[in-house]
């Protein structure tokens, strides 16, 4: 009920960064990482990390055309790195890349097309594979499914969708035991109100499980969001 809500935080109005997306990790170094998507000396987003005990905020990278812009959920680790996306902009495309917290250096790791960089929805780390999702591009501009391994640097589109069969704008990834990623189509699909969808990372099978329904009220039964 919120009576026990307590504000640890709150972001200046200055280049400290600004509409945070998602929620922090906590890497090894016992900080609290996460991106926000405004602000920042370029006012293209941050990357910061928080000190629970000493109530300490840092800014560890500021976003700018260079780098990427508008980061966009929350990041991932390999207990070494964190890894995390930036979507397209009017200057520049989409980007995975990795942050070392130990030396603070920033790498871009892969660039996306033009037309196929609407990143959208979190990254999922299983195997020492990142997997994450595009809206657009791909054979039908519906988007696609993404792999990277960072053992061999390759960069793989998994599975190209199909808005009336598979859906499209996907969110909401989780990453399971048994090579299967589960998440969430927001819409169309089989009942064009969104879905819910696993990918077998093995077979590259990918499966509607539970197709959503607008209801007669036009959203009675949620088109789904994470």
């Known amino acids: ?52 005990e000493s109530n300490k905020y840092d800014v560890k990278l500021d976003f700018s055309i260079d780098l990427g812009q508008f980061p966009f959920g929350q990041l991932v680790t390999d207990d070494t790195f964190l890894y995390g996306t930036t979507p397209a902009t009017s200057q520049r495309t989409g980007t995975l890349y990795r942050f070392d917290p130990i030396t603070q250096t920033h790498t871009i790791l892969h660039e996306f097309s033009v037309t196929g960089n609407q990143l959208i929805s979190n990254l999922v780390f299983s195997n020492n594979v990142l997997y994450g999702t595009s809206n657009t591009a791909g054979s039908n501009n519906d988007g696609f499914l993404w792999s990277y391994d960072l053992a061999s640097d390759a960069f793989n589109i998994l599975y190209e969708l199909d808005r009336t069969v598979d859906g499209n704008f996907p969110s909401a990834l989780v990453a399971v035991a048994d090579d299967i990623i589960y998440g969430i189509m927001t819409f169309n699909g089989p009942s064009g109100a969104g879905n819910l969808f696993s990918f077998n990372t093995s077979t590259n099978t990918y499966q509607v499980l539970t197709s959503f329904s607008s209801g007669s009220s036009g959203n009675a039964n949620g088109q789904p969001n994470a």
């Open 1 to 52: 009920n919120g009576a026990n809500f307590e504000t640890l935080y709150s972001l200046p109005l200055e280049n400290r960064g600004a509409f945070p997306e998602d929620s922090p990790i906590l890497y090894s170094d016992g900080l609290y990482y996460g991106v926000i998507s405004g602000g920042g000396l370029f006012s293209s987003g941050v990357l910061y990390a928080y000190d629970l």
